[in-house]
């Protein structure tokens, strides 16, 4: 049995259609990015190239220019995708979850954006505890979470490892479920991120066996969604690829997964975070992190070693100076 609610998923996802809109209107645009550099990039490429009698070689070099241009700037602001639109979109999620009214329209977006400014003042610091957090997950995942550890087939090893690393790709969605726990804790509790961020990642660990039959599921549902999209955006790439006359074999697979990642990230992800959010929260229910899995997570990963020492620094009050003697004065 699945510890997630479809219906209710579906409900929250609608109320926060302004943000499903934005997130369709910046994947799309990522979309529409990479075709215009590639097509631009490979007409003037073809353009040079017939000078040299090698129009094709010149048209496939410029279109990868234009790839790796537009490749380069969304690496560049990737913290601030994710400061923006991914963690936006969670904190008001997780307020519908904990049953709190949140505003419609344009409003939605500028009420998540003070919520993530009042827990992270820049999107460098929620980039750098995201890092950590998506560096500790991966560790952990590949050294302990198996399919095999509760479906042993044998003499399929290599079935078993592809079947693993498919299901991973699921669980990659728990730095947003990591995220989901710090946003929803009031920002002046007290709590510092750090110790959140750390205290959830143990709770994951000693459950994730009560993780991994939801994930199964849902990667399934996320790829087989994904390998539709790929289908249904094949045909209109192909035809605005060849707007700019540029071989169409190569760049419309290329883009054509571009597009539907991009529509995976828009409308799919949101989703799969959303049920995973209702996983944790049902799983680890009434539990507190177990000192042998933290002990374990801290002899896997120096991350989560970094993790516990900024949250340890940021438990401790700044030092004011040296102290007087009580009943002296300075001076």
């Not at 602001?77 to 923006?84: C, D, E, F």
């Amino acid at each position: 049995m699945l510890d997630f609610r479809t219906g209710q998923i579906f409900g929250l996802l609608l109320r926060t259609l302004p943000f499903l809109l934005l997130r369709i209107a910046v994947y799309v645009g990522i979309t529409l990015a990479y075709v215009l550099a590639v097509g631009v990039g490979g007409g003037i490429g073809l353009l040079f190239g017939k000078i040299g009698d090698n129009g094709g070689g010149g048209a496939g070099i410029g279109g990868l220019i234009g790839f790796g241009i537009v490749s380069g700037i969304l690496y560049w602001a990737r913290q601030y995708l994710l400061y923006l639109v991914k963690a936006g979109h969670v904190a008001v999620l997780v307020e519908l979850l904990d049953g709190r009214q949140i505003p419609a329209g344009k409003g939605q977006i500028d009420y998540a954006t003070n919520i993530v400014k009042q827990h992270f003042a820049t999107s460098s610091i929620l980039f750098g505890l995201h890092q950590l957090i998506r560096g500790i997950l991966r560790v952990f995942n590949r050294l302990t979470v198996s399919i095999a550890s509760w479906l042993p087939i044998p003499g399929l090893d290599v079935l078993v490892k592809l079947v693993d690393a498919i299901i991973n790709t699921s669980l990659t969605h728990f730095d947003l479920v990591i995220l989901a726990q710090i946003l929803r804790r009031k920002a002046d509790s007290g709590e510092n991120p750090w110790a959140i961020a750390r205290d959830s990642t143990v709770l994951y660990a000693q459950n994730y066996k009560g993780v991994l039959k939801n994930a199964a599921f849902l990667t399934f549902m996320i790829w087989a969604l994904t390998l539709l999209l790929l289908a249904l955006v094949a045909a209109p790439i192909a035809a605005l690829i060849g707007l700019f006359h540029v071989h169409a074999g190569f760049w419309t697979f290329a883009l054509a997964v571009i597009a539907a990642l991009s529509l995976k990230a828009a409308l799919i992800d949101p989703f799969a975070t959303v049920a995973l959010i209702q996983v944790y929260d049902k799983i680890t229910a009434g539990q507190a992190p177990n000192p042998e899995w933290t002990a374990k997570l801290e002899s896997m990963s120096a991350k989560f070693r970094t993790l516990t020492q900024k949250a340890r620094d940021a438990a401790t009050p700044p030092s004011s100076g040296p102290q007087l003697p009580v009943g002296t004065t300075g001076g």
